[in-house]
């Protein structure tokens, strides 16, 4: 997976990532459009957007979202609900058996705080989630978080840090951490 990342967004590597972005978005399109017990045209779909064959004990329900997806890396038994988001610019992880609730977020990208240098980077790290971990509907993973064996997150939970293995993380109250 990859490591954190600093692209300036003027750069080849940029448009390249732009131009999967593009391709990926309409591949996710067509699957989310497609009937639920089409087995095989999601299988195809998937088999694309994430450049190798979904896992066969995988299960994804769409409407499903990414917007990269070769940096999606799903293991054995995992099972992602209605309605998930996946930016996996800098990697994503789910271990074997996670389940995903519908709505939950995980986001790879961002931008630096700096407002000089905001639109001249894109900003990212990986998330990796441990083995057996239960993600309630509508949490967001922010970039870098590592999410332990066996934690719960609960629905609405917005996580921005590490979370302890065993553990159960609720919460999503924004507070002011500085001002400029």
């Given at each position: 997976m990859p490591s954190d990342r600093l692209l300036r967004i003027h750069s080849?590597?940029?448009?390249?990532?732009a131009e999967r972005v593009?391709?990926?978005?309409?591949?996710?399109s067509r699957l989310n459009v497609l009937p639920f017990e089409d087995e095989a045209?999601?299988?195809?779909l998937l088999e694309q957007i994430l450049g190798r064959p979904l896992p066969p004990s995988v299960t994804i329900y769409p409407?499903?979202?990414?917007?990269?997806?070769?940096?999606?890396d799903l293991a054995e038994r995992v099972f992602i609900n209605q309605n998930c988001t996946f930016l996996d610019?800098?990697?994503?992880?789910?271990?074997?058996?996670?389940?995903?609730?519908?709505?939950?977020?995980f986001i790879t990208g961002?931008?630096?705080v700096d407002p000089e240098e905001r639109r001249l980077y894109l900003t990212g790290a990986p998330i990796d989630v441990a083995e057996n971990v239960w993600i309630g509907a509508g949490a967001t993973i922010?970039?870098?978080?590592?999410?332990?064996?066996?934690a719960v997150i609960a629905a609405g939970a917005v996580v921005a840090d590490d979370v302890p293995p065993a553990s159960l993380v609720t919460g999503g109250k924004a507070t002011v951490k500085r001002e400029w």
């Amino acid at each position: 997976m990859p490591s954190d990342r600093l692209l300036r967004i003027h750069s080849a590597e940029f448009q390249a990532m732009a131009e999967r972005v593009l391709r990926v978005t309409r591949l996710t399109s067509r699957l989310n459009v497609l009937p639920f017990e089409d087995e095989a045209g999601k299988a195809e779909l998937l088999e694309q957007i994430l450049g190798r064959p979904l896992p066969p004990s995988v299960t994804i329900y769409p409407p499903f979202y990414t917007d990269h997806g070769l940096n999606l890396d799903l293991a054995e038994r995992v099972f992602i609900n209605q309605n998930c988001t996946f930016l996996d610019y800098a990697g994503i992880r789910l271990g074997e058996r996670v389940m995903v609730g519908p709505k939950v977020t995980f986001i790879t990208g961002g931008h630096p705080v700096d407002p000089e240098e905001r639109r001249l980077y894109l900003t990212g790290a990986p998330i990796d989630v441990a083995e057996n971990v239960w993600i309630g509907a509508g949490a967001t993973i922010l970039p870098g978080v590592s999410i332990g064996r066996d934690a719960v997150i609960a629905a609405g939970a917005v996580v921005a840090d590490d979370v302890p293995p065993a553990s159960l993380v609720t919460g999503g109250k924004a507070t002011v951490k500085r001002e400029w």
